[in-house]
């Protein structure tokens, strides 16, 4: 099946520090979502975007809907332990056929 | 709101055998539920969107007979892996449609010996 690209596909980054990662697909996605995985445990929603351009927060968290409707970028500000976890982003799909089709995963390990 | 569960959470069964996960959708109604096939270290692979009161879609590469969806009320989607090998031990997650966000369950770790 589809799959977003998404990079990177791992960070090691030091607590306190900003993260940045994009996701960028050939088709056009009606609403772009970000979720956090944690080992053995299923997505939990961060943030949901619903039209191009848009800009969203979630506390330390900002994402955005590209304006071509196919990209999306998620940042995290102020990194901590608990931020550990793998991040997907997800394009959905409306209508008769709706579906999310999943990015690739960007692992984020936080070092103290 | 918008709670999800799966159950069992873990399973392990010999190769040969059927197994059924089950998903519900807690404190709401879902026509439409989907089924996820994770491999360690990778992505969430669709297998199916389950349809209630219908004939589940099955994504392209997915054996319909293998993977069982019955999607019998509006709370309630399972998936019956049949006769197991140990190529299908994998995470399997399923979600519930509900507008934008689409709450997922927990999984369910599957082990084929």
């Known amino acids: 099946g589809q799959q977003l690209n998404q990079s990177p596909q791992s960070m090691f980054i030091q607590e306190g520090e900003d993260v940045s990662m994009n996701c960028t697909s050939s088709?056009?996605?009606?609403?772009w979502l970000w979720y956090k995985q944690d080992p053995g445990e299923g997505p939990v929603l961060l943030i949901a975007?619903?039209?191009?351009?848009e800009l969203t927060s979630n506390g330390r968290l900002t994402a955005q809907f590209g304006i071509t409707r196919k990209d999306s970028f998620l940042n995290i500000s102020a990194s901590i332990p608990s931020d550990v976890g793998i991040y997907f982003c997800?394009?959905?799909?409306?209508?008769?056929?709706?579906?999310?089709?999943f990015g690739t995963g960007t692992r984020l390990q936080v070092t103290l | 709101g918008a709670v999800v569960s799966q159950h069992p959470s873990w399973v392990i069964c010999k190769s040969g055998t059927s197994v059924k996960i089950e998903c519900r959708s807690l404190?709401?109604?879902?026509?439409?539920m989907f089924w996820y096939r994770q491999f360690p270290k990778q992505s969430l692979m669709l297998m199916a969107t389950?349809?209630?009161?219908?004939?589940?879609?099955?994504e392209q590469g997915v054996e319909k007979d293998k993977f069982l969806i019955n999607h019998a009320s509006l709370t309630l989607s399972t998936l019956t892996v049949t006769s197991a090998h140990p190529e299908d031990s994998s995470f399997y997650i399923c979600?519930?449609?509900?507008?934008?966000?689409?709450?997922f369950g927990n999984g369910t770790r599957l082990t084929v010996t």
């Open positions: 979600s519930a449609s509900r507008g934008p966000g689409i709450p």
């Open positions: 088709s056009i996605f009606n609403t």
């Open positions: 975007l619903y039209k191009a351009g």
């Open positions: 997800a394009g959905h799909t409306t209508g008769t056929a709706s579906k999310l089709t």
């Open positions: 404190d709401f109604q879902a026509t439409t």
């Open positions: 389950s349809n209630e009161g219908s004939k589940a879609t099955y």
